[in-house]
């Protein structure tokens, strides 16, 4: 059982890394006068757009998403609501935690909130596909010794990978070598990516090879 959802779990993130390859290559050869430097802000918001769409995709068709208790039109669109809702805020909350690490607070107040929407992209995004909005189950497989699935496990980790690439990112920034990935948030973003992506290759191959040692609690 727990092999066939590793191996789920490693497609998943083939394509999920396969969506930020696209998103990097496809605007290259589309839009005139892009790069990953120049029009950075555009790269970040491709990156993200993929994310969203990829995961919200792949992760229902996998069945991995909490399905509804109700099944009316109400309640569905109500849980889509709160979700962007959770979205927005989410957005909102990095942005303020990136003010309060020292990014510019108005003169690159643009460049700070995308950074805020890449970074809900690759994780709080994770949180509602494979949690849905609930906000206790987030505390809950946050906490310690709280993931109740494998799927609990790699969220964990590719979170974790996530804001640790982002938080390394930010160590160039202040150096004197005047590169131009060392504008804001050039480097973090880099850092938040190659994190994630770092994350989605962990997850399954650190859960397949200490599967007998994980033990899970019945939900």
Known sequence: MWDQEIRAMGSCH??????????TVLPAVLVPGFS????????????STAVTGVSAVVFWLLG????????TVGYKLSRL????LYFFLSCLFFHTVLVLYGAPLIDSA?????????????TTLRC???????????????????????WDTCLQITVACTLVGAWFGAF?????WDRPWQVWPVSCSFGAT??????????????????KQLTYKCK
């Open 64 to 71: 991995v998403t909490p399905p509804a208790k109700k099944h």
């Open 128 to 150: 509602l596909c494979v949690l849905g909005p609930n906000v206790q189950a987030w505390i809950r497989v946050f906490s310690r010794h709280g993931a109740m699935s494998v």
């Open 110 to 122: 643009l460049e700070t909130f995308s950074l805020a929407v890449l970074l809900t992209s690759l």
């Open 172 to 176: 160039p920034i202040p150096l004197d």
């Open 36 to 47: 990953v430097y120049g029009t950075h802000l555009l790269w970040i918001y491709c990156v």
């Open 194 to 211: 190659f994190g994630f992506l770092t994350g989605l290759f962990a997850a399954p191959t650190w859960i397949h090879y200490h599967r």
């Open 14 to 23: 083939a394509i999920l890394a396969a969506s930020v390859l696209l998103a």
């Open 81 to 84: 609501f709160r979700s962007c």
